[in-house]
């Protein structure tokens, strides 16, 4: 779950929650009531999220009996709240809660501020999920190329000695580390620096 920076109106907490449950808050009440229903399994954020539609409570002690454990809300200060899915194309990739002091119904101006964070926000998740992901394939990239600076070489190595084709290197290569359960790098090492006599 995600949660960010409090809006301009001193009224509105808001909490984004999003499929991997992370989350940060504006306020201690706000990650307080998120933590609640996040353990209940059901609250306004985890419905709009499931059902991609914006979910309003304008009068938690009236309409609160749809979520029991979301009652706690009311002793925090809380009196009303929307649910705003983040979505991206036909995906819900998470939920923006907005929280108020008052009750009520957000105005259209409110609704519209509402949405354009979510929006926002919906951005900044894919974006920061794009940055992992390409980070954790740069990551993998160097170390199968750090990797190859050692078995190119051992490879040719085990082709003289044995007068063989490189393919037939690579592969004795290959079953040497894993009859030895090291990675290929290692082995790789070994039989440049003559430790291992393949």
């Known amino acids: ?54 979910v309003t409570l304008s009068n938690i002690a009236a309409d609160g009996c749809r979520y029991p454990n979301f009652q706690a809300a009311l002793s925090l200060g809380f009196h009303s709240v929307d649910a705003i899915p983040l979505r991206f194309r036909p995906n819900t ?28 926000a919906t951005i900044s998740l894919l974006h920061e999920r794009s940055a992992r992901k390409n980070a954790t394939v740069n990551a993998q990239l160097q170390r199968a190329l750090t990797s190859r600076v050692f078995i190119e070489p051992a490879k040719g190595v085990i082709a003289a000695r044995n007068n063989i084709h490189m393919d037939e290197a690579f592969k004795r290569l290959r079953e040497h580390a894993r009859a030895h359960q090291e990675p290929m790098h290692r082995s790789a090492t070994n039989v440049i620096n003559t430790v291992v006599m393949i």
């Not at 990739?93 to 926002?120: H, K, Y």
Request: aromatic fraction near 8%; proline fraction near 4%; glycine fraction near 8%.
């Open 93 to 120: 990739i998470g939920a923006l809660n907005l929280f108020r002091t008052r009750i009520g119904a957000l105005s259209s101006e409110d609704s519209t501020i509402g949405q354009a964070l979510a929006d926002v």
């Open 1 to 54: 779950m995600w949660c960010c920076s409090t809006p301009p109106r001193r009224a509105f907490y808001w909490l984004i929650q999003t499929a991997t449950c992370r989350s940060a808050a504006t306020s201690k009440e706000s990650h307080l009531v998120e933590v609640l229903h996040h353990q209940a399994g059901a609250g306004p954020c985890v419905d709009a999220y499931r059902s991609g539609a914006v």
